[in-house]
């Protein structure tokens, strides 16, 4: 196979040092983006990372949390030894002893026969977070190594990637759509390739989340080439500010009703692609008739946004050629995200900009590297799958998740129904944090219980400090070996290669876990069949027609563009049975989802008010007069990760909220006061940041954080509850079909205080536990 791409992938120095090309995934965190670094390496040791400027995506450029790797790879407060601790200490941050690896393997083996003996292996539930590399592995741990059903993303509702990609499942039969920047070796200079007029950037900021595979350069590069970008986002962020762009600052969470008026511009002004319309389209008249319920007036009064702005932006879409949206975390953080993301879609449809070069492209089928997720199913009997938890109740869900219900497996922690559950495993995720949780002190609670809990992490957390008794170190992506797989296989426009760079200490990578753990405790699994990692490597390419090359070489090529064919439904590549048109249950791209009518659901597009605005609680609106979202990404931190790294927390030392200047004068604050930051939920101390760039309306407040020099034993552990939204964010407030959580827009008030410790003593007393009922509602 000839390479792609000419960089070694080692490349001997005159100093003795080597530089090792790779491209970057996680662990530490990371979306799978791949960009490209050389990492410096002599006698074994990382002493310098730069940018790879042949990689033809980021051409040298990288975030400051790649370029800190070096300093997060040696801290001495990395764990690099496993560790044990007894359960009864649990909480104790200085009863933890260091252990070996192969006593840490036998202690798994005796606590899952033992727990097998006693409840069976649906006892068991695995954590996993974001879609790091640890997502295509936590699968893998679950259902083929511990060979139990029960791997849990404990975000409520599911409520990131899951909403937008079971919709795009349902309703345009494909994997995860995205916006074409070109793939293909020479990108956006390849003829077969057309740039972008106009990108819409909705709840969506690419340059600091490089979201789920979408590189956040590429916008850049497209800008420099005459792209013109219009932002939906209730925060005026660098791109919707620059010269030529457009921003519709819209109230958090009513992105439903906002698509809707911009499609009744589209079909009412006749600004819509009839021929793709009429060819590839199904439930174009009902729409029609549907957006009519959505006068521009009416939408301007839900979504704050003029109507003139709403107008001018449908019509920039309508008219540009090619037009694609890029839709973000904010579609899925909301209980009416299904139907937001399903009008999102049909904009795009009904334009016509749907798998065009420069649209919304969908992948080839066909280069599904990373088939090893869906295929870990395969060892489990149908006898444990039937057990998943909470999924019998959601079934437009479990047609798409093969994970268990977020909100339903906290009810069944609280209530042992069905059944119980009794060992945890806690990989990727530090859900006590305001990440991976929603009401994160009753996961605590319902956690605490366990007869025992494992943890596989790079660094001590606050969710493994108050829970775990056995502490697995991992390699982080510069000391092992994998794939990087953009869109977590859905989409796979592109690869990229790991490879091993150097080792620290004793640590290991999930894929060696997943195949230790599997040798061990479940022998009719595939595991003990590989003699070592490289042999499962070699064996995933391995029948893939459309990546032609072995491990080995791949390591060579360093990334990989596999063909890419535009308009795959008029080709007969989309379907399974060969035939043109799209795999949904009408062949068509579905205005009108029959699915959702079978699911008891409105199969149109609706927009329906968040649960805890001004308008639905309107005897609340005085009490809570301010809409606050969480959680736009930042550079220095992925999630919770990164606070103890000094040069990246310099960035950002504290948790931040942004506040208008209005609205902080009316409260008297300003920029740098501790605010604590309150609704009917929870409450939590932010520092002021007073910027015009958010609405008099809206404040902003960061997630995920905690204080790694804070005193890490319980019930402080790190200072976990001080700056958590998600103490502020209900459980359980999902839409009809089981998707959604309300992070990004939820009723609040602020106040000015003292300190981050300040607590208003009545407000605090609410928690824990608030309990809600399936509504959404205190009960
Ligand atoms: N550096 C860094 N990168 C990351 C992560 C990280 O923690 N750090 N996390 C990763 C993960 S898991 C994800 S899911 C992605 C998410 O990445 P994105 O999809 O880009 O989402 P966010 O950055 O959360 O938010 C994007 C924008 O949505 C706006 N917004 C807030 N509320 C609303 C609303 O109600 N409607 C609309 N239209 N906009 C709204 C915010 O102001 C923000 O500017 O990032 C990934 N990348
Ligand atoms: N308020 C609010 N809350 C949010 C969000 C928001 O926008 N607002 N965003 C939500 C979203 S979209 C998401 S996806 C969640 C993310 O939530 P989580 O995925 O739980 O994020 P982290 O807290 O960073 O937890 C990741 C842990 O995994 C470890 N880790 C990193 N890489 C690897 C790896 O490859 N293998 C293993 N075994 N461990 C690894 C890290 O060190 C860290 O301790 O947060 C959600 N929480
Ligand atoms: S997005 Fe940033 S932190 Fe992530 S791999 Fe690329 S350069 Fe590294
Ligand atoms: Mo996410």
Same mark, same amino acid.
């Given at each position: 196979m000839d390479k792609q791409f000419e960089h070694e992938w080692q490349t001997p120095q005159a100093d003795g040092s080597t530089i090792f090309r790779t491209c970057a995934w996680s662990p530490p965190g990371d979306h799978p983006v791949g960009c490209g670094v050389e990492l410096h390496v002599k006698d074994g040791k990382l002493i310098h990372v730069e940018g790879d400027e042949t990689h033809p995506i980021t051409q040298g450029r990288l975030c400051p949390r790649c370029l800190a790797l070096k300093d997060y790879t040696y801290d001495p407060k990395r764990i690099i030894y496993p560790m044990k601790r007894d359960p009864e200490k649990r909480g104790q941050a200085d009863a933890w002893e260091q252990i070996t690896w192969d006593e840490a393997f036998a202690i798994i083996e005796e606590k899952v026969g033992d727990i097998e003996k006693k409840y069976g292996r649906e006892a068991i539930l695995v954590f996993g977070g974001t879609g790091r590399e640890a997502c295509m592995f936590y699968y893998p741990l679950a259902f083929s190594s511990l060979n139990t059903p029960n791997l849990c993303y404990a975000q409520s509702g599911w409520a990131c990637y899951g909403p937008r990609a079971s919709v795009a499942d349902y309703i345009l039969g494909a994997g995860y759509p995205e916006l074409d920047t070109g793939y293909f070796p020479d990108r956006m200079d390849d003829p077969r390739y057309k740039l972008t007029e106009v990108a819409v950037c909705w709840g969506k900021m690419p340059l600091w989340s490089n979201g789920d595979g979408f590189f956040g350069h590429s916008l850049i590069d497209m800008m420099k080439r005459g792209?013109?970008?219009?932002?939906i986002d209730p925060r005026v962020t660098w791109l919707g500010s620059r010269k030529g762009n457009m921003t519709l600052q819209l109230k958090?969470?009513?992105?439903a009703a906002l698509a809707m008026g911009i499609l009744n511009v589209i079909i009412n002004e006749d600004?819509? %692609?009839?021929?793709?319309?009429?060819?590839?389209?199904? *439930?174009?008249? !009902?729409?029609? !008739?549907?957006?009519n319920e959505y006068p521009l007036e009416l939408v301007e009064k839900i979504t704050w946004v003029p109507a003139e702005d709403i107008r001018t932006a449908a019509r920039m879409m309508a008219k540009a050629n090619p037009m694609c949206i890029l839709w973000g975390l904010a579609i899925d953080q909301n209980k009416n995200g299904v139907q937001a993301g399903h009008a999102i879609l049909s904009i795009q449809a009904i334009t016509g900009n749907i798998d065009v070069p420069g649209g919304l492209t969908v992948g080839d089928p066909s280069v599904r590297l990373g088939r090893w997720v869906t295929d870990s199913r395969m060892y489990l009997s149908d006898e444990l799958w039937a057990k998943r938890i909470g999924v019998d109740k959601w079934p437009a869900f479990a047609a798409t998740m093969a994970s268990t219900h977020p909100d339903e497996t906290l009810e069944t922690l609280e209530t042992g129904q069905p059944y119980e559950v009794k060992m945890a495993w806690i990989n990727s995720s530090n859900f006590l944090s305001a990440t991976c949780a929603d009401q994160n002190q009753r996961w605590y609670k319902a956690l605490l219980p366990m007869e025992y809990t494992i943890a596989s992490d790079l660094y001590m957390n606050p969710t493994i400090e108050g829970l775990a008794d056995l502490f697995l170190p991992m390699s982080t992506f510069a000391e092992h070996d994998g794939f990087v797989i953009p869109y977590y296989m859905s989409n796979n426009v592109w690869l990229g290669c790991m490879a091993k760079a150097f080792s620290v200490g004793d640590t290991k990578s999930d894929l060696e876990i997943c195949w230790e753990v599997g040798r061990r405790v479940t022998p009719h699994s595939n595991?003990?069949?590989?003699?070592?990692?490289?042999?499962?490597?070699? @064996?995933?390419? #391995?029948? @893939?027609?459309?990546?032609?090359?072995?491990?080995? #070489?791949?390591?060579e090529m360093g990334m990989y563009f596999p063909p890419m064919t535009y308009k795959k439904y008029e080709k007969g590549m989309l379907r399974n049975d060969g035939q043109p048109g799209f795999n949904t249950v009408t062949g068509k791209f579905e205005l009108y989802s029959v699915l959702y009518?079978?699911? *008891?659901? %409105?199969?149109?597009?609706?927009? @329906?008010?968040?649960?805890?605005?001004?308008?639905?609680?309107? !005897?609340?609106?005085? #009490?809570?007069?301010?809409?606050?979202?969480? *959680?736009a990404r930042v550079s220095a931190f992925f999630h919770s990760e990164h606070r103890q790294i000094a040069k990246l927390r310099a960035l950002n030392p504290d948790p931040l909220v942004e506040i208008n200047p209005v609205t902080a004068q009316k409260y008297g604050i300003e920029d740098g006061d501790w605010v604590q930051v309150y609704n009917m939920f929870g409450q939590g101390n932010w520092r002021a940041v007073v910027t015009p760039t958010i609405d008099e309306r809206t404040i902003h407040c960061q997630h995920g954080w905690w204080f790694p020099e804070d005193e890490g034993s319980a019930p402080n552990l790190y200072g976990v509850f001080k700056a958590n939204f998600n103490l502020l964010v209900p459980h359980f407030n999902v839409g009809n079909l089981g998707f959604g959580c309300p992070a990004k827009g939820i009723m609040a008030n602020i106040r000015?205080? @003292?300190?981050? #410790?300040?607590?208003?003593?009545?407000?605090?007393?609410?928690?824990p536990p608030v309990l809600v009922d399936s509504h959404g509602w205190i009960k």
């Amino acid at each position: 196979m000839d390479k792609q791409f000419e960089h070694e992938w080692q490349t001997p120095q005159a100093d003795g040092s080597t530089i090792f090309r790779t491209c970057a995934w996680s662990p530490p965190g990371d979306h799978p983006v791949g960009c490209g670094v050389e990492l410096h390496v002599k006698d074994g040791k990382l002493i310098h990372v730069e940018g790879d400027e042949t990689h033809p995506i980021t051409q040298g450029r990288l975030c400051p949390r790649c370029l800190a790797l070096k300093d997060y790879t040696y801290d001495p407060k990395r764990i690099i030894y496993p560790m044990k601790r007894d359960p009864e200490k649990r909480g104790q941050a200085d009863a933890w002893e260091q252990i070996t690896w192969d006593e840490a393997f036998a202690i798994i083996e005796e606590k899952v026969g033992d727990i097998e003996k006693k409840y069976g292996r649906e006892a068991i539930l695995v954590f996993g977070g974001t879609g790091r590399e640890a997502c295509m592995f936590y699968y893998p741990l679950a259902f083929s190594s511990l060979n139990t059903p029960n791997l849990c993303y404990a975000q409520s509702g599911w409520a990131c990637y899951g909403p937008r990609a079971s919709v795009a499942d349902y309703i345009l039969g494909a994997g995860y759509p995205e916006l074409d920047t070109g793939y293909f070796p020479d990108r956006m200079d390849d003829p077969r390739y057309k740039l972008t007029e106009v990108a819409v950037c909705w709840g969506k900021m690419p340059l600091w989340s490089n979201g789920d595979g979408f590189f956040g350069h590429s916008l850049i590069d497209m800008m420099k080439r005459g792209t013109k970008i219009i932002c939906i986002d209730p925060r005026v962020t660098w791109l919707g500010s620059r010269k030529g762009n457009m921003t519709l600052q819209l109230k958090p969470g009513t992105d439903a009703a906002l698509a809707m008026g911009i499609l009744n511009v589209i079909i009412n002004e006749d600004l819509y %692609d009839h021929d793709f319309v009429g060819n590839w389209c199904y *439930g174009f008249e !009902e729409l029609a !008739e549907r957006v009519n319920e959505y006068p521009l007036e009416l939408v301007e009064k839900i979504t704050w946004v003029p109507a003139e702005d709403i107008r001018t932006a449908a019509r920039m879409m309508a008219k540009a050629n090619p037009m694609c949206i890029l839709w973000g975390l904010a579609i899925d953080q909301n209980k009416n995200g299904v139907q937001a993301g399903h009008a999102i879609l049909s904009i795009q449809a009904i334009t016509g900009n749907i798998d065009v070069p420069g649209g919304l492209t969908v992948g080839d089928p066909s280069v599904r590297l990373g088939r090893w997720v869906t295929d870990s199913r395969m060892y489990l009997s149908d006898e444990l799958w039937a057990k998943r938890i909470g999924v019998d109740k959601w079934p437009a869900f479990a047609a798409t998740m093969a994970s268990t219900h977020p909100d339903e497996t906290l009810e069944t922690l609280e209530t042992g129904q069905p059944y119980e559950v009794k060992m945890a495993w806690i990989n990727s995720s530090n859900f006590l944090s305001a990440t991976c949780a929603d009401q994160n002190q009753r996961w605590y609670k319902a956690l605490l219980p366990m007869e025992y809990t494992i943890a596989s992490d790079l660094y001590m957390n606050p969710t493994i400090e108050g829970l775990a008794d056995l502490f697995l170190p991992m390699s982080t992506f510069a000391e092992h070996d994998g794939f990087v797989i953009p869109y977590y296989m859905s989409n796979n426009v592109w690869l990229g290669c790991m490879a091993k760079a150097f080792s620290v200490g004793d640590t290991k990578s999930d894929l060696e876990i997943c195949w230790e753990v599997g040798r061990r405790v479940t022998p009719h699994s595939n595991w003990p069949k590989y003699n070592n990692t490289d042999e499962w490597l070699n @064996e995933q390419l #391995e029948g @893939e027609p459309l990546l032609p090359f072995t491990w080995d #070489e791949f390591k060579e090529m360093g990334m990989y563009f596999p063909p890419m064919t535009y308009k795959k439904y008029e080709k007969g590549m989309l379907r399974n049975d060969g035939q043109p048109g799209f795999n949904t249950v009408t062949g068509k791209f579905e205005l009108y989802s029959v699915l959702y009518d079978a699911w *008891g659901e %409105d199969p149109m597009p609706y927009y @329906e008010e968040p649960t805890y605005t001004q308008v639905s609680k309107s !005897e609340l609106a005085e #009490e809570y007069p301010l809409m606050a979202t969480s *959680g736009a990404r930042v550079s220095a931190f992925f999630h919770s990760e990164h606070r103890q790294i000094a040069k990246l927390r310099a960035l950002n030392p504290d948790p931040l909220v942004e506040i208008n200047p209005v609205t902080a004068q009316k409260y008297g604050i300003e920029d740098g006061d501790w605010v604590q930051v309150y609704n009917m939920f929870g409450q939590g101390n932010w520092r002021a940041v007073v910027t015009p760039t958010i609405d008099e309306r809206t404040i902003h407040c960061q997630h995920g954080w905690w204080f790694p020099e804070d005193e890490g034993s319980a019930p402080n552990l790190y200072g976990v509850f001080k700056a958590n939204f998600n103490l502020l964010v209900p459980h359980f407030n999902v839409g009809n079909l089981g998707f959604g959580c309300p992070a990004k827009g939820i009723m609040a008030n602020i106040r000015k205080v @003292e300190s981050i #410790e300040d607590r208003n003593e009545q407000n605090y007393k609410q928690i824990p536990p608030v309990l809600v009922d399936s509504h959404g509602w205190i009960k």
